[in-house]
């Protein structure tokens, strides 16, 4: 009975309980895209580091996890492979340039300088892996492909500042990766010996035993066993930090306060949904207070006036979170490759299910009231 009398009260006032859905669905879309918009962000500055072949980020000693400040030698890399239970180990550093494309286009790119076949360089989807040492040639990673149509086989102009003076480099793509974006950029993966050579500042020797990176790479045979072999390389490797990938990302300039800042407004949004939605139906059950007087005094109990406008509740949200939810994919389709929004199916659900709950949270309070009202009081007849 509860259920048929809520299906009829909103049948009856279809209009006003759809714009009340459409409230909602806004709501959705704001929750949704703020959610993928913390993931977009997110990936930007995570992506290469999450996505890396390797277990270990060993940084130089005492300089925070920061990889622009850190400062890692040959010899380093070295030390570090002679650990028991090290597989491999590859250096990587890490700089921004402008990359050169089409009819006077610039593109700003992460350059990521590693070693061809060691733990930093990236699987290819399209082409093959880099090969020489020296040799002028690149990954790009798919962010780049999309926004600039380059492919396998094309040549690619990097801008670099040396010195005062402007240098320009010619490389051949030999491979495109999935995406890798760095410190909100996306990525060109080179020999490090070539990223020493047009890497911005001044002019590198190119010598193969002086090379300094900002990182070490380091796979290990045991994945599972990091921890202790973080502890095993820092103290059997002289001023150096070794963190898993995770705690890598996190220290990446910018990453925790960007994440803390939208999470923070997510959660406001579900917050203004519940008293929005608690509000409506507030308003609602001070409007029906004589319906619902006349229904307790005919012996309609309280389980029914509860059922009632739960089901109402539930199915308007449900309306709203549904329209809110195809909106939202539908206008993700019309936004470019430039802007840093990825709706992940975890974000989504769990934005979705989030959502769902805030209608019968925010409407405990008008069910309440319903079920206190006194019949007699509600029809005006109480002394």
Known sequence: MGIYLALKEIWRNRGRFFLFSLVIAL?????????????????GNKEYIEKLNGDLIVYKANVD???PTSRVDRGKRTETLRVPGVKDVGQASFSSVVLLHGENKKLNVALIGVEPGKPGEPPVVQGRGLTEK????????RNVALRTNLHVGDDLTIKSIQGTQEEFFVLRI???SDG?????QPSVIVPHLTFDLIKPGTPATGNETDLISNVLIVQLQ???????????VEEQVNDVRAVDRKTAYENTPGYSAQQSTLNTQNFFSLLIGILVIGGFFQIQMLQKVPQIGMLKAIGAPNGTIGIAALTQIIIVTVVGVAIGTALTLLLSLTFPATVPIVFSPNAILLGIGSLL??????GLVSIRYALRVEPLTALGLAS
Do not use: C, H
Not at 134 to 141: F, P
Not at 180 to 184: C, G, I, T
Not at 222 to 229: E, F, G, R, Y
Not at 357 to 362: F, H, K, N, R, S
């Open 222 to 232: 045991d994945p599972a066993n990091w921890k202790n072999m973080a502890v095993a």
């Open 65 to 67: 996890l920061s990889i």
């Open 357 to 362: 709950l805030v209608g019968p949270i925010g």
């Open 180 to 184: 890798r974006q760095y410190s909100l």
């Open 27 to 43: 709501i959705t879309v704001l929750v949704l895209f703020i959610a993928a918009l913390a993931d977009g962000l997110g990936n």
């Open 174 to 176: 030999v491979g495109v």
């Open 134 to 141: 020296r040799g002028k040639e690149a990954i790009i990673d």
